[in-house]
Antibody, heavy 117, light 109 residues
């Protein structure tokens, strides 16, 4: 069974850094497209970043230069390093596995990141 | 990376059919057959309902169907049921990234 479990969310001050983790089971992270998607409170879904099986990475313009997606193949875990955090980064962050077309077929339960002083 | 445009809300009575539109550009919906639709109930993670414009994952009701014409994709729910009440989001590939729609709240009257 495919499972994705996020951790690392919490309250952080503006300008701070946070690293989200996503532990995967039931499949191999390095063989799949993996994404992060976020949802601000009461708002819609926003695609954040993707790492392809070949290691290429892409980011939404809103986080480019501040966020870094990576994976640890030995731990079968996906990460999102978030730096220079802003109030507008406040959201539930979902880890997701995508099909070869980018369609997301499995989602984690989400972890809440709150950026506030 | 502008969000795809969806109607804020759509409603229908049980048994009726409704259609949700999702409008993009030639750089996303119009350029690729990689449109997906997600259903999200309050407090829950989204669920994939349609992928590659009109394909249904295993276990998804055949009352849902997807289509695309030009820069606009559509999701049709036929035989509307109470369990269909949720938020729905479209999504499209955009050559190096992905974009979601603004979301549509479906209400079953």
């Amino acid at each position: 069974e495919v499972q994705l479990v996020e951790s690392g969310g919490g309250l952080i001050q503006p300008g701070g850094s946070l690293r989200l983790s996503c532990a995967a089971s039931g499949f191999t992270v390095s063989n799949n497209y993996m994404s992060w998607v976020r949802q601000a409170p009461g708002k819609g879904l926003e695609w954040v970043s993707v790492i392809y099986s070949g290691s290429a990475t892409y980011y939404a313009d809103s986080v480019k230069g501040r966020f870094t997606i990576s994976r640890d193949n030995s731990k079968n875990t996906l990460y999102l390093q978030m730096n220079s955090l802003r109030a507008e980064d406040t959201a539930v962050y979902y880890c997701a596995r995508a099909l070869g077309t980018g369609d997301i077929d499995h989602w984690g339960q989400g972890t809440l990141v709150t950026v506030s002083s | 990376q502008s969000a795809l445009t969806q109607p804020a809300s759509v409603s229908g009575s049980p048994g009726q059919s409704i259609t949700i539109s999702c409008t993009g550009t030639s750089s996303d919906i119009g350029g690729y057959n990689y449109v997906s639709w997600y259903q999200q109930h309050p407090g829950k993670a989204p669920k994939l309902m349609i992928y590659e414009v009109n394909k249904r994952p295993s276990g998804v009701s055949d009352r849902l169907s997807g289509s695309k014409s030009g820069n606009t994709a559509s999701l049709t729910i036929s035989g509307l049921q109470a369990e269909d009440e949720a938020d729905y989001y479209c999504s499209s590939y955009t050559s190096t990234s992905y974009v979601f729609g603004t979301g549509t709240k479906v209400t079953v009257l």
